[in-house]
């Protein structure tokens, strides 16, 4: 069985994966290849790390909008997290997921936790977010 955690629905979706987990904040812009899906920031703790396909769980991104348009282009080439878990309402992860949705029928769930779920989470625990927000974490994992 799991953990559910319930998180407030930015962006609704559905996701599963592996959490990619950091506690600093992340910059699209000159930190991520849209191309390959690779953290490139070389001081982030993450750097080297692919997050396609993974559930990025980052507290909020540093920087300007251009994250929107950097996570716009890695969602339509395939190369975005499947989905991203924040403390807040980040408007730049947002906006990208609901730009994609509408250009080009894609998006990605945005959720945001209270702290102190954010802080239970970590680096490789399975996830499945549900449209209601909701994280169900697998715990029976052999």
Same mark, same amino acid.
């Given at each position: 069985m799991g953990v559910v955690i319930q998180g407030v629905p930015v962006v609704r979706g559905r996701a599963?994966?592996?959490t990619l987990v950091t506690n600093e904040p992340i910059s699209f812009w000159g930190g991520f290849d849209h191309h390959t899906g690779e953290i490139t920031d070389r001081r982030h703790p993450l750097s080297g790390q692919n997050a396609t396909g993974r559930i990025l769980v980052v507290p909020f991104t540093r920087g300007s909008s251009t994250t929107t348009a950097v996570l716009l282009e890695a969602i339509r080439s395939g190369t975005a997290p499947a989905a991203i878990i924040t403390t807040s309402v980040d408007s730049f992860f947002a906006l990208a997921s609901i730009v994609a949705d509408e250009m080009y029928a894609k998006s990605i769930p945005i959720i945001a936790? *209270?702290?102190s779920s954010f802080s239970s989470l970590q680096t490789g625990m399975e996830l499945e977010i549900m449209e209601d927000g909701s994280i169900h974490v697998?715990? *029976?994992i052999n």
């Open positions: 599963q994966g592996l936790l *209270d702290s697998r715990t *029976d």
